[in-house]
């Protein structure tokens, strides 16, 4: 029983893979490659080791965008909720950045970084960093007066009091900010490689159109995109089960 | 009644508790909150001087304004009138020779039992502090759950790790601000007797905020009577009884219905 209840994404997937397969078959034309052609332009892509080399460098492009948004918008998060006048100072100008689309700093991009990876990692970040501050600002104010009380009774000066109150206490919020933000790092990368670089499952897309309509490269490399993804947010749910982050206030 | 009488006069009697040498003392303190351009007046000219390892209930109904005068006490409120002073010096804010227990709702939740007791430990050497982690976490009767969790804990067992984590840097005095109160009727009853077990061995000076006249008198030298809001000291009542107190005798029944009655309250419902 247990195993049919595992097996259903699965099967559900089959189904759907038999669907397109079939409405391909009815109507055969160039609306959509079929399956197979989708599972034969990923062996060819695998063959050319144009995957492995496509998938690590937008990972890479990711690592740094994501890993320097959070290096600097968590602190700087912290600082500026916990002190109320930073924040009047800050916020009319993080609400103002902060609709405008990474993708429009594309030109802006370029022109700073060129085309290359700092340009993709500028707009990852960007996509990041805004998010990511906004999310630390709020928790900072959410957390029970009695935590910060109890910091100051023990005697810490503000530096230690953000790293050992005010950081641990938003951990639970700063976990669902960070999959959120990853989320955004990995939309935001392919993007960007569509223009802005050449290299990465992104340009992958643009390119397999371009040299010779790939419609088959094209899926395929959407079904890479989709699947690392889901890996990446599975990662991160992951560390919202470790044990040092399992608790929340409503817990009291 | 072998009670001393405070009112807000500046001609009471001095306490006798001046006698010994004063811990705290609190010097003509008010406190206005401003809501929505209304001056709302919290305590009233508060007099009250308390001695070394002298243990004091601040006792009131609900929202007259004791946790706030507890809250001036330990620094984390300015009072807008008065002053005042711990060991001569005035309170200028938090300090870690005085530690709050707010509930259990205090302890860090990202912290094991071991981590919270060793908070404001941070700058003893490694062994030093292990040790008096250990010592703490035997005191309060939580061997076994050293690397637990507090969302793994009893409200009572989180209770206890606060007052280790407060004791665990040997403060000269202690703020409880009504500690038991969340917890059910067994276990406050165990936590008084544990805490009064604790006040005997390190004699710390304890400031003790309830609105439960039992309690009051089962654990306090003296209990502070005090009006509803905004707050005045209504009388200082000693309790004479010796520790451990026979909570039926005649001399107990007595000082607790003198308390009832100063509240205004017969004690047949």
């Keep these: 029983m247990k195993l049919l209840v595992r097996l259903r994404p699965v099967v559900f997937i089959a189904v759907l893979l038999a669907i397109w397969q079939i409405a391909m078959m009815r109507h055969p034309g160039q609306l959509l490659p079929n399956p197979w052609q989708v599972a034969g332009g990923l062996v060819d892509l695998l063959h050319h080791g144009l995957l492995f080399k496509y998938v690590v460098a937008s990972l890479y492009r990711v690592t740094w965008g994501f890993g320097l948004a959070v290096i600097l918008a968590i ?4 600082a500026i909720g916990w002190f109320r006048r930073a924040e009047l100072a800050f916020s009319p100008v993080v609400e103002v950045l902060r609709p405008i689309s990474p993708l429009a700093w594309i030109p802006i991009a370029i022109l700073w970084f060129g085309v290359g990876d700092l340009s993709a990692i500028f707009l990852i970040f960007l996509g990041c960093f805004f998010p ?30 953000m790293r050992r109150v005010l ?48 419609y088959d490269l094209v899926v395929a490399g959407m079904v890479v995109i989709g699947i690392i ?11 919202e089960r470790a044990k040092s982050f399992r608790w929340s206030y409503s817990e009291d | 009644m072998a009670t001393t009488t405070a009112t807000s006069s500046p001609m009471t009697p001095p306490d006798q508790s001046a006698l010994l040498r004063p ?12 809501r929505d351009d209304n001056a709302v007046p919290v305590l009233d000219n508060i007099e009250l001087t308390v001695a070394d390892g002298e243990f004091v209930c601040l006792l009131g109904p609900s929202g ?29 804010g938090p300090d870690p020779r005085r530690i709050f227990v707010f509930q259990e709702r205090g302890v860090f939740p990202w912290l094991t039992v071991e981590g919270n007791i060793g908070f ?26 050293e690397k637990a969790y507090p969302s793994e804990l009893s409200g009572g067992m989180k209770q206890r790790l606060e007052v280790a984590r407060a004791l665990a840097v040997n403060p000269d005095m202690l703020f409880l601000d009504e500690p038991f109160g969340a917890l059910d009727s067994i276990t406050r009853l ?9 006040w005997e061995a390190e004699r710390k000076t304890v400031v003790f905020v309830t609105h439960d006249i039992d309690e009051a008198v089962q654990l306090a030298d003296r209990v502070v009577v005090m009006s509803a809001r905004p707050a005045t000291i209504q009388q200082i009542v000693t309790i004479d009884i010796p520790h451990p107190r026979d909570i039926s005798s005649a001399r107990y029944l007595e000082l607790r219905d003198g308390i009832f009655a100063q509240i205004g309250l017969a004690h047949r419902i």
């Design chain 2, 23 to 34: 811990k705290l003392t609190v010097h003509r303190v008010s406190m206005v909150f401003h």
């Design chain 2, 120 to 145: 404001g430990l941070a700058k003893l050497s490694r062994t030093e502090r292990e040790r008096r982690i250990a010592h703490y976490v035997q005191m309060v009767g939580l061997q076994g759950f």
């Design chain 1, 167 to 214: 950081y641990p206490a938003i951990v639970p919020q700063l976990l669902i900010g960070l999959r959120i933000s990853l989320g955004v790092a990995w939309l935001v990368v392919v993007a960007a490689e569509m223009i802005a670089v050449n290299s990465g499952l992104g340009f992958l897309i643009v390119d397999a159109r371009n040299a010779g309509n790939r």
């Design chain 2, 190 to 198: 165990t936590m008084r007797r544990e805490l009064l077990r604790i």
């Design chain 1, 132 to 161: 990511l501050l906004l999310t630390s600002i709020n928790a900072v104010r959410s957390i029970p007066e009695v935590y910060v009380n109890a910091g100051r009774n023990f005697g810490l000066r503000p530096f230690d009091l």
């Design chain 1, 229 to 239: 993804g889901l890996l990446l947010d599975i990662a991160m749910r992951s560390l």
């Design chain 1, 75 to 78: 602190p700087l998060g912290l």
């Design chain 2, 64 to 92: 007259c304004g004791k946790s706030t005068l507890l809250n001036t006490m330990a620094g984390f409120l300015s009072p807008t009138g008065g002053e005042i002073r711990v060991d001569n010096e005035i309170v200028r």
